[in-house]
């Protein structure tokens, strides 16, 4: 295949990211896919980015996410700079076919921005859709600009004029799910873990909740605002409040943790991360938001974990209740589930994401898709005026 694809994954982190990096963790198992099918890969990311690629342009020698503590008013050019140098690689060469862009807002109103002879676009929304209102209740990126979501349910919530512009969803990916299902079954624990930033909207002082209500041992990993680790919150003090989802932790979640039954472990990366989900005798969503693409789900059924969750956002796209998982539209219910989540067969979790969720899978549906985008703005080009 001959087809050249700018994917532009910002200016926050490098690719793959060092630690947390949702989007740059997308980037990095969706593009050695690509490339395997013959896709020549241009990536826009920090200098300090070390994914293969064919060629990197930057504008930031490293990741900026540090400069987002800071006033909007002191960072909204970053996003911006990393966007120029973008327009510029564009403008200053024809050997583009495709922009792949996962740049929050700016990416997606930027390129809607560029003239009619600009390449076309595909820009993925990787976040919840009820941000951004203004941006995406007016958006209009003719017949140049498409967008895909990471579930259907997110996009059916999408405003009707950002829907106007999708080619559908493409659901995430994780390099866990290759062989999934050879590998053999992992010794479980007795223990549920919530995997993800502790954040009202992931629930974490429910599940603590309902784990004390039912005497299950409960495992929180994830970090709490910009602390990973929990001698690095307690060495923070009171400063540590001005951020909204430490006060929820200290508030909410902390009075169920009592470091037994109910423990927070701070944040787990590499290997402890996935010893820790496949041991665990199921993962527990207990969702208050309309979770847009669960990577974190798709990673437990790799590992051979049952998904217990509120019935929100994208769960029943990716969990089959009573066979990967337990869904429930009544949340005091999932401390039940819980008990109930070790009957079901870790195989099925491996073998569903080994069919579903292979970066492979996630490549071709995107190759499909950039088809889809350059034909719509070809055929319209086309068109006699
Ligand atoms: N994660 C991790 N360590 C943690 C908590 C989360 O590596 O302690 C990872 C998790 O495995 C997943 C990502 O962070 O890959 C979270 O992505 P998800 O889509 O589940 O949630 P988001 O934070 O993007 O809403």
């Not at 004390?212 to 990993?221: E, F, N, T």
Request: hydrophobic residues 45%.
């Amino acid at each position: 295949m001959s087809l050249t694809v700018l994917m532009n994954a910002g200016p926050w982190l490098s690719v793959p990211p060092p630690g947390y990096g949702g989007i740059e963790n997308v980037v990095a198992t969706l593009v050695p896919e690509l490339r395997r099918l013959g896709v020549r890969v241009v990536l826009a990311s920090v200098g300090t980015s070390s994914l293969p690629v064919d060629e990197l342009v930057s504008v930031f020698p490293d990741g900026q996410f540090a400069q987002l503590q800071r006033p909007y008013n002191q960072v909204c050019g970053v996003a911006q700079a990393h966007l120029g140098g973008v327009v510029r690689a564009l403008r200053s060469r024809d050997d583009i076919d495709l922009v792949h862009d996962h740049v929050e807002a700016v990416g997606l109103a930027t390129l809607a921005a560029m003239g009619p002879d600009a390449p076309p676009a595909l820009h993925t929304l990787h976040w919840d859709l009820a941000k951004h209102p203004a941006l995406y209740g007016t958006f209009d990126g003719g017949d140049r600009v498409r967008v895909n979501g990471v579930s259907a349910s997110q996009l059916a919530r999408a405003p009707e004029a950002l829907r106007a512009h999708s080619v559908g969803h493409v659901h995430l990916a994780t390099p866990l799910a290759v062989g999934a299902d050879r590998r053999p079954a992992a010794r479980k624990g007795d223990y549920a873990l919530i995997l993800g930033r502790i954040n009202p909207g992931k629930g974490q002082d429910l599940g603590a909740r309902l784990a004390q209500q039912v005497g299950v041992p409960l495992v929180l990993a994830g970090p709490v605002g910009p602390y990973h680790r929990p001698e690095d919150l307690a060495a923070a003090g009171d400063e540590a409040r001005q951020n909204p989802d430490v006060r929820f932790f200290l508030d909410e979640v902390a009075p169920h943790v009592d470091g037994e039954l109910v423990r927070w472990v701070g944040t787990v990366a590499g290997q402890e991360r996935d010893d820790l989900l496949a041991a665990a005798r199921a993962t527990l969503f207990p969702l208050r938001w309309e979770e847009p693409g669960g990577t974190a789900v798709v990673e437990s059924l790799a590992l051979g974990t049952p998904v217990v969750a509120t019935a929100r956002g994208c769960l029943p796209e990716l969990i089959e209740h009573g066979r990967t998982g337990l869904l429930t539209t009544d949340e005091e219910e999932l401390g039940e589930l819980l008990l109930a989540a070790s009957l079901l067969d870790g195989r099925e979790c491996r073998r569903e994401a080994a069919v579903r969720f292979t970066p492979a899978v996630m490549a071709r549906e995107y190759v499909r898709l950039y088809d889809q985008v350059r034909q719509h703005a070809t055929a319209r080009r086309l068109q006699p005026a």
